[in-house]
């Protein structure tokens, strides 16, 4: 097993992985930006896109994003958004390696917490981020959407 940031051509296999993240999601623009948001990602020093390999196969991601702050005494706090270990992988470990590594990185920049959130609303679900080092009743989420029109 390798844990390390995705190189900027790994981009289709992350795209593939996805597609074990969530039952539909909105299809990525044909017009050139998806490599533009992908460079950006690529480009910005406080946004890693973390992958796990086994046999040089993507085999879980996450992404952790490092966000300056003016409070905690200016240390930063991290979020960490796109959890996904492929079907196949899943009850390996390879989650909870991401997840530490990511939390281990929280911290060596000097985060003050990390957090992050889950559309799946199950008991095994939230069993699975409390085993990785997360706290379900620490915080309350809320989450706002654009409404259709």
Request: aromatic share 10%; charged share 25%; glycine share 4%.
């Amino acid at each position: 097993m390798e844990i390390r940031e995705l190189s900027k051509s790994e981009l289709y296999e992350l795209l593939d992985l996805y597609l074990d993240l969530h039952d539909e999601d909105e299809s990525a623009p044909q017009d050139g930006t998806l490599d533009l948001v992908w460079d950006k990602i690529q480009e910005n020093p406080d946004y890693y896109c973390l992958g796990v390999f086994v046999h040089k196969k993507l085999v879980s991601t996450c992404s952790l994003m490092i966000i300056p702050n003016l409070t905690r005494g200016c240390r930063p706090y991290a979020l960490i958004e796109n959890v996904v270990t492929h079907q196949s992988f899943r009850r390996k470990g390879y989650g909870k390696a991401i997840l530490q590594h990511s939390l281990n990185l929280a911290w060596a920049n000097n985060c003050y917490k990390v957090m992050l959130q889950t559309g799946r609303l199950n008991e095994e679900t939230f069993q699975f981020y409390e085993q990785a080092g997360f706290n379900r009743h620490a915080k309350q989420a809320f989450v706002a959407k654009p409404k259709c029109t």
